[in-house]
């Protein structure tokens, strides 16, 4: 079965510093990749998406994610976090010839201190 | 409205009680999807509706979860016999398009149940 694991359960950052966030993808076929992301208070958003091209893909707001397929991962990054990115990440894969349902990793909660 | 409006944004119901969740996806949206979110964890999925067509079931949790979307548009779960591990926040999803490259889904802010 397709799983979805993302290390950092919990990040705290000053603003200005760099960022990024592991995930790491079970299922042997072709996927698409996706990153959402929840602020507090609103619903969950697509900050970025792969579906095939190139592997480095640029979301909103500067975010960009990697894929590297040799090591199942899709790694989200940001050169410069600000205040406003606090809010949870959540990596999600779906296999390609399914019915289109993304599965989720346990998300990442993301607190930037000013 | 513009986005997935889901209602009631918050249920509180006594264990053994029955709850209705309502979605209202974004007009024209083919794909609908309901996920479980349980308190720390990511989204899981439910069940997944094309159209007014469900195929794919295979993430309620047992046969006390039942959904409809009877004519493609809005959807409801429905909870029997509610008990305490149901306690969550139930999200609904919308795509407009179908298939394996469903792509974007739109969310609604979600429902939260408790059951007591």
């Known amino acids: 079965a397709q799983s979805v694991s993302q290390h950092n359960h919990h990040v705290i950052l000053s603003e200005a510093a760099s960022l990024e966030l592991g995930c790491n993808y079970s299922?042997?076929?072709?996927?698409?990749l996706f990153w959402y992301v929840q602020y507090p208070g609103q619903h969950l958003q697509l900050l970025l998406k792969?579906?095939?091209?190139?592997?480095l893909v640029k979301g909103i707001k500067g975010f960009e994610a990697e894929f590297i397929k040799s090591k199942f991962s899709f790694n989200l990054r940001k050169p410069s976090v600000q205040w406003s990115d606090t809010a949870e990440y959540f990596c999600?894969?779906?296999?390609?010839?399914?019915?289109?349902?993304?599965?989720f990793g346990q998300g990442t909660t993301l607190q930037v201190k000013p | 409205g513009a986005g997935v409006s889901q209602s009631p944004r918050y249920k509180v119901a006594k264990r053994g009680q029955d709850v209705a969740l309502r979605c209202d996806p974004i007009?024209?949206?083919?794909?609908l999807f309901w996920y479980q979110q349980a308190l720390g964890q990511g989204p899981e999925f439910l069940t997944y509706f094309q159209n007014e067509a469900q195929l794919d079931k295979s993430g309620l949790p047992s046969d006390r979860f039942f959904a409809e979307r009877p004519e493609g548009s809005v959807s409801t779960l429905k909870i029997q016999r509610t008990q305490q591990e149901d306690s969550a926040v139930y999200l609904c999803?919308?795509?407009?398009?179908?298939?394996?490259?469903?792509?974007?889904?739109?969310f609604g802010e979600g429902s939260r149940l408790t059951v007591l």
């Open positions: 299922y042997g076929g072709t996927v698409n």
């Open positions: 007009s024209g949206h083919v794909s």
């Open positions: 792969y579906f095939s091209g190139d592997p």
């Open positions: 999803a919308s795509s407009q398009r179908e298939g394996p490259n469903t792509g974007e889904l739109f």
């Open positions: 999600a894969v779906n296999a390609r010839g399914n019915t289109g349902k993304l599965i």
